[in-house]
């Protein structure tokens, strides 16, 4: 169970319907569900559905500008796989 939204407005000291917008959000990407007279309720399968919608933004709006950038800087992939491997290695010391 997650928090109420009348408990998140008041703790993140925001407007009532800013909480319910984002819980709808939420809710329309099916990340949680609403118990009538429970409560919030985050999906078995959220993590995987949060995943694949960001993947779904970067894919669709972030990705396009790198490569843009690549291609007008005229920088080898060879050189982006090199940095990539290596700021895994530098930050994601578990993998």
């Known amino acids: 169970k997650i928090i109420s939204i009348r408990e998140l407005a008041v703790s993140m000291e925001v407007n009532l319907n800013t909480i319910q917008r984002a819980y709808d959000f939420l809710q329309q990407r099916e990340i949680i569900t609403n118990k009538r007279g429970i409560g919030y309720f985050v999906e078995d399968d ?23 950038n690549i291609y007008l800087l005229k920088i ?20």
């Open 76 to 95: 080898d992939l060879e050189e982006i796989k090199t940095r990539f491997e290596q700021f895994v290695k530098d930050n994601f010391k578990n993998n």
């Open 46 to 68: 959220a993590m995987e559905r949060i995943l694949a919608f960001r993947r779904e933004q970067f894919m669709e709006n972030e990705l396009p500008v790198f490569l843009r």
